[in-house]
Nanobody, 124 residues
Framework: QVQPVESGGGLVETGASLTLSCTAS????????MGWFRQAPGKERVFVAA????????YNIYSAKGRFTIARDNAKSTVYLQMSSLTPEDTAVYYC?????????????????WGQGTQVTVSS
């Protein structure tokens, strides 16, 4: 198993860029698909992006495509979420998750291990 721990959140202004990191300690990190989800106040947790284990294929939500980039460094057991052109609508707790899904990379139930989240607040 792995234990994801997020970092890099904070308070930024509209239009800013921010990179989140997730270190997932444990064995066989490279065998896990890694995903990012976010949960805004009063809303459900939703998918942001994921990166596969085998070929590095990335998946992004429609609204964030072109603004958010996911990457992983297996040597460091770390996955990153690079965000740009942030708006207040991006304000949320961002969660990192690890799993070995057969399908449905955007589904929270596809992931077995979750971090505690890191707060991203985008001011007007």
């Amino acid at each position: 198993q792995v234990q994801p721990v997020e970092s890099g959140g904070g308070l930024v202004e509209t239009g800013a860029s921010l990179t989140l990191s997730c270190t997932a300690s444990g064995s066989a990190f490279s065998s896990y698909t890694m995903g990012w989800f976010r949960q805004a106040p009063g809303k459900e947790r939703v998918f942001v992006a994921a990166i596969s284990t085998s070929d590095g294929t990335v998946y992004n939500i429609y609204s964030a495509k072109g603004r958010f980039t996911i990457a992983r460094d297996n040597a460091k057991s770390t996955v990153y979420l690079q965000m740009s052109s942030l708006t207040p609508e991006d304000t949320a707790v961002y969660y990192c998750a690890a799993g070995r899904p057969d399908s449905g990379l955007s589904a929270p139930n596809s992931y077995d291990y979750w971090g505690q989240g890191t707060q991203v607040t985008v001011s007007s």
